[in-house]
């Protein structure tokens, strides 16, 4: 069999395009699979250090961009298909996987003039743009949230969740008892500028908590000393860094987690069932990570601050209010995984293989 997987350009596409990949290849080892991405995007970065093959088209994006750039990225659009073309021709796939992002549009159009069966991948509880456009062509819509819009074709669509990383639903290592409250904070991968500010700026309301609380934070670049200098003055134990290696294990150390509601965060926190606060990154597309994060917030999994409240201290209050009421935190976290998906990707590669048999 062979299978290919177009897409990327942020880690929300591209992440959870990584873990259907290898559960194709867990599902049936002999499987092929070749990515197809853009050279801007951070495909680009992340998988040529896997174990998998990419190839690239010519694509681009063309939200918050220049009208001048937009009309460039209209025009490269025909070049981006017939490279597609090209690869299609080459790779001869048997079923064909969109995740969205720059490189997914041209390359499922080109599937689809070749007839090759295909299936787009929806990470939102908004449908992207390029997704919104294929979903009417395509075989299979795969979509993470019961409530997704628009509303993707009832008789194609099948509720997956969205795909995780495997290395974060292993079995954690046996711990000691636990001592207090365990605080994990992290904005992806870059740190959240705005997050990492509400935390600094009230530590002191944590004061009184701080024989019973400790914090894992990563801060992006550049920020670990001036954060760390603050949790020392407030004399809360913390482990400041970057960058978290080992996400699996600060998952499983958590007992709260604060991050933004991005599609793949939010899937981590419900596989793994943490209760968490979640602070929608403002300029999202469509607001979507406001969508996203309601949905959980309806099922009582998470608590919701809007970013533009954060400078009132509200969420150190709402940390200092959890932390007082335990009870709270394991009703949050019962919710939480309630309404975990941590088979997604196994979902999405039995599907894709079963298409990829059928045209075979």
Same mark, same amino acid.
């Given at each position: 069999?062979?299978?290919?997987?177009?897409?990327?350009?942020?880690?929300?596409?591209?992440?959870?395009?990584?873990?259907?990949?290898?559960?194709?290849?867990?599902?049936?080892?002999?499987?092929?699979?070749?990515?197809?991405?853009?050279?801007?995007?951070?495909?680009?970065?992340?998988?040529?250090?896997?174990?998998?093959?990419?190839?690239?088209?010519?694509?681009?994006?063309?939200?918050?961009?220049?009208?001048?750039?937009?009309?460039?990225?209209?025009?490269?659009?025909? /070049? &981006?298909? =017939? $490279?597609?073309?090209?690869?299609?021709?080459?790779?001869?796939?048997?079923? +064909?996987?969109? *995740?969205?992002?720059?490189?997914?549009?041209?390359?499922?159009?080109?599937?689809?003039?070749?007839?090759?069966?295909?299936?787009?991948?929806?990470?939102?509880?908004?449908?992207?743009?390029?997704?919104?456009?294929?979903?009417?062509?395509?075989?299979?819509?795969?979509?993470?949230?019961?409530?997704?819009?628009?509303?993707?074709?009832?008789?194609?669509?099948?509720?997956?969740?969205?795909?995780?990383?495997?290395?974060?639903?292993?079995?954690?290592?046996?711990?000691?008892?636990?001592?207090?409250?365990?605080?994990?904070?992290?904005?992806?991968?870059?740190?959240?500028?705005?997050?990492?500010?509400?935390?600094?700026?009230?530590?002191?309301?944590?004061?009184?908590?701080?024989?019973?609380?400790?914090?894992?934070?990563?801060?992006? /670049? &550049?920020? =670990? $000393?001036?954060?760390?200098?603050?949790?020392?003055?407030?004399?809360?134990? +913390?482990?400041? *860094?970057?960058?978290?290696?080992?996400?699996?294990?600060?998952?499983?150390?958590?007992?709260?987690?604060?991050?933004?509601?991005?599609?793949?965060?939010?899937?981590?926190?419900?596989?793994?069932?943490?209760?968490?606060?979640?602070?929608?990154?403002?300029?999202?597309?469509?607001?979507?990570?406001?969508?996203?994060?309601?949905?959980?917030?309806?099922?009582?999994?998470?608590?919701?601050?809007?970013?533009?409240?954060?400078?009132?201290?509200?969420?150190?209050?709402?940390?200092?209010?959890?932390?007082?009421?335990?009870?709270?935190?394991?009703?949050?976290?019962?919710?939480?995984?309630?309404?975990?998906?941590?088979?997604?990707?196994?979902?999405?590669?039995?599907?894709?293989?079963?298409?990829?048999?059928?045209?075979?």
């Amino acid at each position: 069999m062979r299978v290919i997987i177009a897409g990327g350009g942020t880690g929300g596409h591209l992440f959870p395009a990584l873990a259907v990949a290898r559960a194709v290849r867990a599902e049936a080892p002999e499987t092929e699979v070749l990515f197809v991405g853009a050279r801007q995007g951070l495909e680009a970065k992340i998988i040529p250090s896997t174990e998998f093959p990419i190839r690239f088209i010519t694509a681009r994006g063309m939200r918050g961009v220049k009208a001048t750039n937009v009309l460039r990225a209209i025009l490269e659009i025909p /070049r &981006g298909i =017939v $490279e597609s073309l090209f690869i299609l021709r080459d790779f001869r796939p048997h079923v +064909a996987l969109g *995740v969205g992002g720059y490189a997914s549009g041209p390359t499922m159009l080109a599937a689809l003039a070749m007839r090759i069966p295909t299936a787009i991948q929806e990470q939102n509880s908004v449908m992207g743009a390029t997704n919104r456009a294929l979903a009417r062509l395509v075989d299979r819509v795969f979509i993470s949230w019961e409530k997704t819009e628009p509303q993707p074709p009832q008789g194609k669509t099948k509720l997956t969740g969205n795909p995780i990383r495997g290395d974060l639903t292993a079995p954690a290592q046996a711990e000691p008892e636990r001592e207090g409250l365990h605080v994990l904070v992290f904005g992806g991968s870059q740190g959240a500028l705005s997050i990492n500010a509400a935390i600094t700026n009230s530590l002191d309301q944590l004061k009184p908590l701080a024989d019973r609380i400790s914090f894992v934070h990563q801060t992006g /670049r &550049g920020r =670990v $000393e001036e954060t760390l200098r603050a949790y020392s003055d407030a004399g809360i134990h +913390a482990d400041v *860094v970057e960058f978290i290696d080992d996400m699996g294990a600060a998952y499983h150390w958590a007992d709260l987690v604060v991050c933004r509601a991005g599609a793949s965060s939010l899937a981590e926190i419900t596989a793994l069932g943490k209760a968490a606060i979640v602070v929608p990154y403002p300029h999202a597309v469509g607001d979507h990570q406001t969508r996203n994060a309601e949905v959980l917030a309806a099922r009582g999994a998470v608590r919701v601050i809007p970013d533009s409240r954060l400078r009132n201290g509200a969420l150190v209050q709402e940390i200092t209010e959890l932390a007082e009421n335990p009870e709270q935190l394991v009703k949050m976290a019962a919710n939480s995984r309630k309404l975990g998906r941590p088979q997604a990707a196994r979902s999405i590669a039995r599907e894709l293989l079963s298409m990829a048999g059928s045209h075979a």
